[in-house]
């Protein structure tokens, strides 16, 4: 869910927040209609985690980039992180253990998914939150 009622009064609240970055979310030069238009275009963005601030920047984990807070739109933190074991439900219905292995951001559903190994391969759909029953 992206976090619209949310605004930090500093740079360094920031710090610990995730956030997704597109070139059509730049919310002080894109008109509204416009940037909606764009991401109907898009299936899905680049996540980063803040994890910290150097002048008027701040500093992203994946990536090399530092951003301007105008050029970032802040989400929920995912529930699961690479690595994570947990209890899926696939599209049969059937339970089965995965590891998170790739997390990104729905631009359309505005929520998370992530790719998973189940019994060592990787699968091809999208897992997203509903789909993920418990961590193990």
């Not at 009064?9 to 920031?14: E, I």
């Not at 610990?16 to 764009?38: C, E, N, T």
């Not at 933190?77 to 951001?105: H, Y």
């Not at 759909?125 to 193990?136: A, G, S, T």
Request: hydrophobic share 45%.
């Amino acid at each position: 869910m992206i976090l619209k009622d949310f605004e930090p009064a500093t740079l360094q609240q920031y710090v610990g927040l995730w956030a997704i970055s597109h070139p059509f979310y730049i919310r002080d030069q894109v008109d509204a209609d416009f940037m909606k238009a764009a991401l109907a275009r898009q299936t899905y963005l680049s996540m980063y985690y803040i994890m910290g601030v150097e002048g008027d920047l701040l500093t992203l984990r994946g990536s090399f980039e530092k951003a301007k807070p105008s050029s970032l739109v802040l989400i929920e933190s995912p529930s699961c992180f690479l690595g994570d074991k947990v209890l899926i439900r696939r599209t049969s219905g059937k339970l089965e253990p995965a590891v998170i292995k790739g997390i990104e951001w729905h631009s359309k559903r505005e929520n998370h998914f992530y790719h998973v190994e189940v019994a060592g391969k990787m699968i091809s759909r999208w897992v997203f939150e509903e789909d993920i029953l418990m961590k193990l």
